[in-house]
């Protein structure tokens, strides 16, 4: 019987951090509280996917002051993940946690206190960094990555998202300043949340915004047909008639 080889381990298998490709999302093991809409059997849709301007936008918050790894931020970032989001804001994920291939439901608060139901699929995770892909329907098509490193021996968070509206509707509301305002506070907010989480509170959140390609995709106008802000306000009456009839 011949030996083991030694001297060669095998090397890591990289494949898995990432998610095995999907036509559509399925959605596990939400609560019944969850607003479970336009996510299952929505299809995972790229910066290629979708209508508006192209942007890439990288949040930073560097965590001054204390000694803690890059990895050890993420442990924590993708145990606690929900924690850190602005209140009102819900993420509804699955009981196995951040982990390549599971989907989670989003109810985001909107202005005038209004919910929108969407979600996200994990494509990507390791010790270092960890990344979503949008549902049709979304507010945007793209990709969003979390990660951890060292910058002058200062560990540093990222938010790095490469995103298009995903319809006109969308790309009015980011034509018009709201729309990226709304998004930047809601990133700027986590980012506090997490630093103050490892006892950081005198840092803030810097942006840098890129606009990749500034035109827009007509042919994807028809993403329209998914829109999340709208089926979500449209079934929202059913949703709470369910809620009190629940409670009888």
């Given at each position: 019987m011949n030996e083991p080889n030694q001297t060669n381990p095998p090397k890591q298998n990289?494949?898995?951090?990432?998610?095995?490709?999907?036509?559509?999302m399925n959605v596990h093991d939400i609560p019944n509280q969850a607003i479970n809409l336009n996510v299952q059997g929505r299809k995972p849709m790229?910066?290629?996917q979708g209508?508006?301007?192209?942007?890439?936008?990288?949040?930073?918050?560097?965590?001054?002051?204390?000694t803690i790894t890059p990895q050890e931020v993420v442990k924590e970032?993708?145990?606690h993940f929900p924690e850190f989001w602005p209140k009102g804001n819900d993420f509804y994920g699955p009981l196995q946690g951040v982990k390549p291939g599971e989907v989670a439901v989003l109810n985001l608060a909107m202005p005038g206190g209004a919910k929108l139901s969407t979600g996200i699929r994990v494509i990507y995770?390791?010790?270092e960094s960890f990344s979503f892909m949008t549902p049709q329907g979304h507010m945007f098509a793209g990709?969003?990555?979390?990660?951890?490193?060292?910058?002058?021996?200062?560990?540093?968070?990222?938010?790095?998202?490469?995103?298009?509206?995903s319809d006109p509707i969308y790309e009015t509301t980011f034509r018009l300043g709201f729309g990226h305002k709304q998004e930047d506070i809601f990133w700027f907010n986590t980012l506090r949340n997490l630093a103050a989480y490892f006892n950081v509170l005198d840092q803030?959140?810097?942006?840098?915004?890129?606009?990749?390609?500034?035109?827009?995709?007509?042919?994807?106008?028809?993403?329209?047909?998914?829109?999340?802000?709208?089926?979500?306000?449209?079934?929202m009456p059913v949703h709470i008639t369910k809620r009190i009839f629940s409670k009888g």
């Open positions: 990289r494949d898995a951090n990432w998610a095995t490709p999907v036509d559509k790229s910066p290629l209508f508006g301007q192209l942007w890439q936008k990288t949040y930073r918050i560097r965590l001054e002051g204390v970032w993708k145990a995770a390791d010790d990709m969003i990555t979390f990660s951890a490193f060292k910058d002058a021996d200062v560990t540093t968070i990222q938010i790095q998202a490469l995103i298009r509206a803030q959140p810097v942006l840098q915004m890129v606009c990749v390609d500034k035109k827009v995709q007509w042919s994807e106008a028809g993403n329209v047909w998914h829109n999340a802000a709208i089926r979500t306000a449209v079934y």
